[in-house]
């Protein structure tokens, strides 16, 4: 059984463009997530790089599904023999806020499903740092 995994972020005193411009600019999105070659186009190919542990190679293969600006983002996500689909929805909230909200789904057991919680948790910190520059 495939499991999915759902997060929301709060972001305060932002915009609902400058969210999207982390999530899409490579530079931005280096800053907070993982090096990257990341374009926003339906249909391009991408990988997300970290420096590789024991346990993992350090590469995520990625696949642009839905660019649907500003509201909402989508790829497939492929590392050590997962594929999972990562759905970024923007929403904005009124007085400055903006809300976040992560879907990834295809996720094959509880460790990967407790991994990837703590592994977007901790980029959503950074993001946070980001967006209040």
Do not use: C
């Not at 590789?52 to 350090?58: L, R, V």
């Amino acid at each position: 059984m495939r499991m999915t995994l759902t997060l929301d972020f709060q972001y305060a005193a932002t915009t609902i463009e400058k969210l999207r411009a982390a999530l899409t600019d490579p530079e931005k999105l280096a800053k907070w997530g993982m090096e990257n070659n990341f374009k926003p186009e339906v249909g391009y190919r991408f990988q997300f790089r970290q420096k590789p542990t024991e346990w993992w190679d350090g590469i995520v293969e990625g696949e642009v599904l839905i660019v649907d600006e500003p509201n909402k983002l989508s790829y497939m996500w492929g590392s050590a023999g997962e594929k999972h689909t990562v759905v970024w929805t923007l929403q904005e909230l009124g007085g400055g806020k903006v809300n976040l909200h992560l879907e990834q789904s295809g996720i094959s057991n509880v460790q990967a499903l407790h991994g990837a919680k703590y592994g977007w948790n901790a980029m959503g910190g950074e993001l946070e740092k980001l967006l209040a520059q």
